[in-house]
């Protein structure tokens, strides 16, 4: 059965850093690019970075880019954000999830969601 | 910045049939935006139903199809039964592995 487990979401200051990792079993990893996604308290689903599934192109969107660091490690099935300037703006949970279509066919969609680790910045 | 346009809330009656719409400031949603939806209920995370515009995954019930509606994406749930009351997102492809999400609809069956 394929899942995602997330970690590493807590309080954290505003400026400061964290890192957020998301552990995969039931599928090849390697063969998936995987998404990054946050809901802030009571708003709506912002896509916020993918990474494809060899490593060779990652993606942020604009309200992150420069701040956030998208990275996998096949080796151990998962994937991370490494998460700096933090801003009160930044609370949310973050969820990972992993592309339906394998290799380079990610823009097929989402298909398997994490249960989303909560950040806090405050 | 590309924003993609979602009914805030739409309101249907149980056994009805309601169309939700997903719109990108960038112009018409195609079948090259691939686009997805997502249904989302309190506390949990979101649970997807479709993608690429029209294809249902396997625990997608068969009352809920995808389409190209004119210029956007829909969603249909035909014969609404009460459990179906919840959030839905679009999520459309724009190239380049960028992606965005609409706002999303909250969906109330009364």
């Known amino acids: 059965q394929v899942h995602l487990v997330e970690s590493g979401g807590g309080v954290v200051q505003p400026g400061r850093s964290l890192r957020l990792s998301c552990a995969a079993s039931?599928?090849?990893?390697?063969?998936?690019?995987m998404y990054w996604i946050r809901q802030g308290p009571g708003k709506g689903l912002e896509w916020v970075a993918i990474?494809?599934?060899?490593?060779?192109?990652?993606r942020y969107a604009e309200s992150v880019k420069g701040r956030f660091i998208i990275s996998r490690d096949n080796s151990k099935n998962t994937v991370y954000l490494e998460m700096t300037t933090l801003r009160v703006e930044d609370t949310a949970v973050y969820y990972c999830?992993?592309?339906?279509?394998?290799?380079?066919?990610?823009?097929?969609?989402?298909?398997?969601w994490g249960q989303g680790t909560t950040v806090s910045v405050s | 910045q590309t924003v993609v346009t979602q009914e805030p809330s739409l309101t249907v009656s149980p056994g009805g049939t309601v169309t939700l719409t997903c719109s990108s400031s960038?112009?018409?949603?195609?079948?090259?935006?691939?686009a997805n939806w997502f249904q989302q209920k309190p506390g949990q995370p979101p649970r997807p139903l479709i993608y690429?515009?029209?294809n249902k995954h396997p625990w997608t019930p068969a009352r809920f199809s995808g389409s190209l509606l004119g210029d956007k994406a829909a969603l249909t749930l035909s014969d609404v039964q009460p459990e179906d009351e919840a959030d839905y997102y679009c999520?459309?492809?724009?190239?380049?592995?960028?992606?965005?999400f609409g706002g999303g609809t909250k969906l109330t069956v009364l």
């Open positions: 999830a992993k592309s339906i279509g394998s290799g380079r066919f990610h823009y097929y969609g989402v298909d398997v």
């Open positions: 039931g599928f090849t990893f390697s063969n998936y690019a």
């Open positions: 990474m494809w599934y060899d490593g060779s192109d990652k």
């Open positions: 960038t112009g018409a949603v195609t079948t090259s935006s691939f």
């Open positions: 690429t515009t029209s």
């Open positions: 999520l459309l492809y724009f190239g380049a592995s960028l992606s965005v």
